[in-house]
């Protein structure tokens, strides 16, 4: 069964830099498509970025600001957020699924991190 901890988060002011880390264990994470996901109260779980083996995809929200990365060996992804902004403030989640193709779908994934709040204010 496969498992994801998350860890980083917390409070910063806008333009501030955050490191999301997500690691995994339990299937062959080299072969795993990786997503990122933000869910704010009230609305539906929102598509960040993703990232396989096949490439990356950025939601348009992000794109330019944050960048996903993964560490094959220490089975770690990464969501790195760069100039924050306090529409940026939500739970954020990583994902993964066993089947190679990127998707923006919550349900496409198999696996969910237990989430870790972002808030961006000043």
């Known amino acids: 069964q496969g498992q994801l901890v998350q860890s980083g988060g917390g409070s910063v002011q806008p333009g501030d830099s955050l490191l999301l880390s997500c690691v995994a264990s339990g299937f062959i994470f080299s072969a795993a498509t990786m997503g990122w996901f933000r869910q704010v109260p009230g609305k539906d779980r929102e598509f960040v970025a993703t990232?396989?083996?096949?490439?990356?995809r950025y939601a348009d929200s992000v794109t330019g600001r944050f960048t996903v990365s993964r560490d094959n060996i220490k089975n770690t992804a990464y969501l790195q957020m760069n100039n924050l902004k306090p529409d940026d403030s939500a739970v954020y989640y990583c994902a993964a699924r066993t089947l190679s193709n990127l998707e923006d779908k919550p349900g496409a994934y198999e696996f969910w991190g237990q989430g870790t709040e972002v808030t961006v204010s000043s």
């Open positions: 990232n396989g083996w096949v490439g990356s």
